[in-house]
């Protein structure tokens, strides 16, 4: 059977993705994303601790951590954003992020080191940023095991 593409028609609605943890199902929020808002995704309070100040953004569901803090003007550390330099180590004292496209070590994740650049939010969380000795030594430690 041949089907002409012109004679084809598609339709599609936009769902929201829900994450696969219930963790801040309370308090996540929808947001309008992308250019005049026709997407959605799920926006969760990311708190973030670096240089002696403590800021709460809304960080989408499918944008990074990193990301939304530089767009919102925080001056947190980085350089390469693929989640390979770690120039963006933070400490995840609460909540869950996905960091499934970065480069840390299963075990490195499981101690609650992060980095901003491929980290996505799963709740709300809090974040303290970190020195790059400190998660490069831990990684560094773990690799050779």
């Known amino acids: 059977m041949t089907t002409s593409l012109a004679s084809l028609s598609v339709s599609l609605s936009l769902v929201p993705h829900k994450p696969k943890s ?46 939304r803090a530089l767009d919102e003007g925080l001056e947190v550390p980085h ?21 499934s496209e970065g480069m840390l070590s299963d075990d490195v994740i499981a101690r609650g080191y992060a980095l901003l650049c491929s980290s996505y939010p799963r709740s709300d969380c809090v974040i303290r940023t970190i020195p790059e000795d400190e998660l490069l030594s831990l990684q560094l430690a773990t690799a050779n095991d």
Request: proline residues 1%; contains cysteine; hydrophobic residues 30%.
């Open 22 to 67: 219930n963790a801040g199902d309370y308090n996540r929020k929808l947001l309008k994303v992308g250019r005049g808002g026709g997407g959605r995704c799920w926006a969760y309070k990311v708190t973030i601790e670096h240089g002696g100040e403590r800021r709460t953004l809304e960080v989408g569901e499918d944008e990074t951590i990193l990301r």
């Open 79 to 99: 350089d390469c954003k693929l989640g390979v330099c770690m120039t963006c180590p933070a400490r995840l004292l609460s909540g869950a992020v996905d960091q």
